[in-house]
């Protein structure tokens, strides 16, 4: 099974910054990517495929990127909105994993 | 509206039984899986399973296999995940979703269905 690794666990942001939030496969995934984000209270939501691909009505200040085993998922000025939990998952082998989640809260 | 309705909150006790269910709308339900997620209490998200509604194939995540069931019903466009026995870890909100066709992700989902297994 392909562990995935997300760091930091928590990032604290201040509104208007940049937040950086990396994934690492235990083993290449190629490009067979997801990112989620996940609010509380609510079921988590597609942001992006294919490691930088946008989900439909993502805004364009999420950007992800990598390919392999280092992945990166980038909110350009984080909105307040954008404080949530962010999940990776990659597709590439079966069982699909995710990420054990990156917390974006306010700084 | 496309979107996954599934059943309420479930309050069990430990070796009963449950079924719970993910009725889609909207969309062709035999044309695209549907996958089942679990995230425990304060927890993130866990791969399940995938069923296929058009001939009911399935795939279980290593961690689940025999211990859920996932089916589907075409004529109510229902899928299930049941339990045969309930265990206190079994306590969880359980999530279906859609995988999309193009990459394999899932971009429709549920609210989520509560499970409680105590004694």
């Known amino acids: 099974e392909i562990v995935m690794t997300q760091f930091p666990a928590t990032l604290s942001v201040f509104p208007g910054e940049r937040a950086t939030l990396s994934c690492r496969a235990s083993e290449s995934v190629s490009s067979n990517l997801a990112w989620y984000q996940q609010k509380p209270g609510q079921a988590p939501r597609l942001l992006m495929s294919?490691?930088?691909t946008w989900a439909a009505g993502i805004p364009a200040r999420f950007s992800g990127s990598g390919s392999g085993t280092e992945f990166t998922l980038t909110i350009s000025s984080l909105q307040s909105e954008d404080f949530a939990v962010y999940y990776c998952q990659q597709y590439n082998n079966w069982p699909w994993t995710f990420g054990q989640g990156t917390k974006v809260e306010i700084k | 509206e496309v979107q996954l309705v599934q059943s309420g909150a479930e309050v069990k006790k430990p070796g009963e039984s449950l079924k719970i269910s993910c009725r889609a709308s909207a969309y062709s339900f035999t044309s695209h899986w549907i996958g089942w997620v679990r995230q425990m209490p304060g927890k993130g998200l866990e791969w399940m399973g995938i069923i296929y509604p058009g001939d009911s194939a399935t795939r279980y995540s290593p961690s689940f296999q025999g211990q859920v069931t996932m089916s589907a019903d075409k004529s109510t466009n229902t899928a299930y995940l049941q339990w045969s026995s309930l265990k206190a870890s079994d306590s969880a909100r359980y999530y279906c979703?859609?995988?999309?066709?193009?990459?394999?992700?899932?971009?429709?989902w549920g609210r989520g269905t509560l499970v409680t297994v105590s004694s």
């Open positions: 294919g490691a930088s």
């Open positions: 979703a859609r995988l999309s066709p193009y990459s394999t992700v899932l971009d429709l």
